[in-house]
Every structure is written in C-alpha cells, then in structure tokens.
C-alpha cells in the first residue's frame, strides 16, 4: 500500500487530528514530526500506551483498542502483542504487517 493511498483513506474518515490513533496513522503516511514519532520506537514498533503523572499521581494511558479500530477501518494488517517481563500495559505494542511503501 502506498502512503498517499493510506492518507487519502484515513482524510476521507472524520476522526480528531490530534488523538494518538491519527497522529500514528499520519507517521505510517510519512509526516515525521515530534508529536508522531513519540509512538514508535527503534523496531519500528507501534507503543500506543504511556505514563502520566509523577508519585503517587502516575496513571497509564492505553490507546490500543482505538488504534487498532482505526487500522482495521483503513484495512491495514497489523499484529498485537505483549512484551513487558509480566505483562504490564505499558508492554502493548502493535507491529504493521502490511507493506507500506513511499509515493
């Protein structure tokens, strides 16, 4: 698939621009900003949960159902998985099965 067919696919759904859903979906498209690189790492794993706060005020924020919703509507193949040493939320990551080439 190429990035220009995934991006004219994910504009034509009304979606929030800034949630994290459409900020990974628009780094898949080849916009590489700050607020789209945040969410993949260096195995170009997809990491849609994080933690907020500091102390005792700490909580995790878990995106991947929504991400996952939104890959299925664009009729990307991806895979879900759990890489934490016991299972933690925060070791969700997602892996993109389908080819996504530039152009």
């Not at 878990?62 to 925060?90: I, M, Q, S, W």
Request: glycine share 10%; with cysteine; aromatic share 10%.
């Amino acid at each position: 698939m190429k990035q220009t067919t995934l991006y004219n696919r994910f504009k034509k759904l009304s979606y929030p621009a800034t949630s994290v859903a459409a900020r990974i979906i628009r780094y898949l498209c080849g916009e590489r900003t700050c607020t789209t690189m945040g969410y993949v790492d260096d195995k170009k794993l997809i990491r849609p949960c994080y933690t907020a706060g500091r102390g005792r005020y700490i909580h995790n924020a878990d995106h991947t159902f929504e991400v996952c919703a939104l890959l299925d509507r664009l009729g990307v193949k991806y895979e879900k998985g759990n890489d934490a040493p016991r299972g933690g939320l925060t070791g969700n990551y997602i892996r993109i099965i389908t080819k996504i080439v530039e152009g």
